[in-house]
Every structure is written in C-alpha cells, then in structure tokens.
C-alpha cells in the first residue's frame, strides 16, 4: 500500500471527482460549442457563464489536492511511470479508433506515440514536468520557514495571478492559468497549507461568496461590453488563474479537506470513482476522440431548449461521460492489475535508482 493509500482523504476524493466534473462541464461549454450557440446577453448566456464560471476552479483544485500530498512524498519514478503508462495507453487506443473511421497521417501517429513530450494534453504536459520538479521544490519548501514561504507566495500570486488579471494584455508573457507557471504557484500554496494549515470547520461561505463575485463581475463586464459594443471582451474574466477563481478554489479545497465522511459504503464507492477521475479526463479529452464525442453528444442544442431543461442537459451529461469514462478506466485498470504492471514498474524503479546510485558515488 502507498503512502497516498494509507493517507487517503475521502473528502478529498470528492473534490478529485467534483474538479473532473467542472472539467468536463467546461469542455462541454468550449469543446461541445454550447457557450458559442446562446445568445449573448441573454439568460441563457448569463447561466453558462455562471457554470463556466464556476468550472474555472477544477483544474486549481486538482493541482492543490496533488500538491498537498506530493509535498510530504519521496520521489518516486513508478508513479511517472504509471501516469505515463495511463496517457499512452488512452493515446493509442484513441488513435487506432479514430484511423477506422478517417485517415491519420505521420504527425497524428508520432504525437500519440509521445502524448506527454508532444503537448497532447497540456494538463498531463505541466503537471509532469511539476512531478519531476517535486523533489527539489519539496528540498526548498521543507528548508524554508512559514514567514518565507509566505513571502514566496505573495510574490507568485502577485505575478502569475494578480498582474495578468488586471494587465490582461501581459497574459501571454506572464501567465493564462495553463502553464508551468501557473502549476508551481498551485504547488507552492498546496504545500503551504499541508505544512501550516490549522484545521477548522468547514466554513461554506468562503466558498460561495467568492464564486458568487466572480458571478458578479461576469455579469457586470457582460453589461458592459453591450453598452459599449464590444461584443464578449469581458471572456479576459475566464482564466484559471484569475484572483476570485484562485481565492474561490483555495476555499473550496479547505471545505473537502475538512469533511469528514463516516459512512464505509460511500467511503468505498468515493475512493473507486476518484481513482478513475484521471482516466476520465485522459478518455473524454483525447485530442483523436474529442471531436466524435462532441459531435455524437452535441451540446450546442441544448440552448433550444427552457432554461431549466438546458441546465438538467448540462449536468446529466457530465455525470453520464463521467460514468461512462470510470467504467472504462475501472477496466483499464483490472487489465493492468491481471497483468501485473506494477510490478513491472518496481523492477525499473529499481534498475533505475541502483543505476543513478552508482554514478553518483563513483
């Protein structure tokens, strides 16, 4: 059993798998053309932006859950292995299905040979090179004090949140909240609040007020840009890294990380669904398969329908590719367990680190 294992925060997990869902709602808004199709400045459009709004947080809070326990994490070449395991494996299979149904050329093949070095999928990319990071950022966080780490934090969020917020047009040189940059900011204020943190009840609020200024705000620069004509200039709001996002996600990981969850059925049933929540991501977002998933689903009619039914459309699709993608992963995984992969992935864990002792001592 790992660390992780022995550790493992049901509440936590919860957030892993309500981050997943924020995810795929966003894509379904972007990737499944919704947010395109409403009209704007009306309730519809007020209502997906509020969701988009919302969703913004997923990716923060996927990195903060990951940084709270890498931070107090050996560094450990299996668990690069097994994630570089799991992109290849979708990526392939999202290749050979997309070559039966239309023509793939040399570029498509090389990149899905070489998913993670090639971008396929930025998240994966970054948080990658954050995993290889780790060990050295643990090194700095652990040898520096609170009153330093905090310096260290104001100046992080100063640059990569607060800057390119206000000096929209400095975002492509500083950051959009989907970078490297971005990540180490999340890992240095995941670490920040394993070490330091001091546990208190949930408090909800924290996380409803933020989410309701971003709301906010959204809706204000909507009014604007109609009085002013200038179409939807306010979209500058809807990046990760925007302040009340940041605030708003930092908040809502402390509310999971204080439920506590009693009930063992559910502790079972959160556990299985949060360990497939990578997969899920790794299937409904493959760069082969995107494109025939929001065709088949397609999303963009949703705004033909009542407000109501729109929303109901919004959320049970995102719980039904949630579903259908943990089925799949949860047989990936028995696959990889029948096979015993891990035990592949220790053997050259091994190797590797015998080797890398050797040359540092000779």
Not at 91 to 111: H, R
Not at 273 to 293: E, K, T
Request: include cysteine; glycine fraction near 4%.
């Amino acid at each position: 059993m790992t660390r992780y294992q022995q550790e493992r925060n049901s509440g936590l997990d919860a957030l892993r798998i309500i981050s997943m869902m924020m995810i795929i709602t966003l894509h379904i808004l972007s990737h499944g053309g919704l947010s395109d199709q409403v009209e704007f400045g009306s309730k519809e459009y007020f209502v997906t932006n509020s969701f988009r709004a919302f969703s913004d947080m997923g990716v923060n809070c996927f990195i903060l859950i990951s940084s709270y326990f890498l931070c107090n994490m050996n560094f450990s070449i299996k668990r690069v292995l097994n994630i570089e395991t799991q992109v290849l494996f979708y990526s392939i299979i999202g290749i050979a299905l997309y070559s039966v149904y239309a023509g793939v050329d040399i570029k498509q093949i090389v990149q899905s040979i070489t998913p993670v070095i090639s971008g396929e999928y930025w998240f994966v990319t970054y948080y990658m090179l954050v995993l290889l990071f780790s060990p050295f950022l643990n090194f700095f966080i652990h040898k520096t004090t609170k009153q330093q780490l905090k310096r260290i934090l104001v100046l992080l969020i100063f640059v990569y949140s607060i800057i390119p917020s206000v000096f929209v047009w400095s975002k492509s040189f500083f950051s959009q909240g989907n970078d490297f940059y971005w990540f180490l900011t999340l890992y240095f204020i995941g670490a920040y609040l394993r070490l330091h943190y001091i546990h208190s009840k949930p408090k909800v609020l924290f996380v409803i007020i933020p989410c309701l200024a971003t709301v906010l705000a959204e809706y204000v620069m909507i009014k604007l840009c109609i009085m002013f004509g200038y179409g939807d200039q306010h979209r500058f709001l809807f990046f990760n890294n925007n302040p009340l996002f940041l605030f708003a996600s930092i908040c809502l990981f402390l509310v999971f990380l204080d439920i506590r969850i009693q009930n063992s059925i559910c502790i079972r049933l959160i556990n299985l669904l949060a360990s497939c929540s990578f997969g899920v991501y790794l299937i409904h977002d493959n760069p082969c398969l995107r494109p025939v998933l929001w065709k088949t689903i397609n999303p963009s009619q949703f705004h033909d329908k009542n407000l109501f039914i729109m929303i109901v459309c919004i959320l049970g699709t995102v719980v039904g590719i949630y579903i259908a993608c943990a089925i799949i992963d949860y047989i990936r995984q028995l696959v990889f367990r029948a096979i015993r992969i891990n035990n592949l992935f220790e053997i050259i864990e091994c190797r590797i680190t015998r080797f890398v002792s050797h040359l540092t001592n000779n």
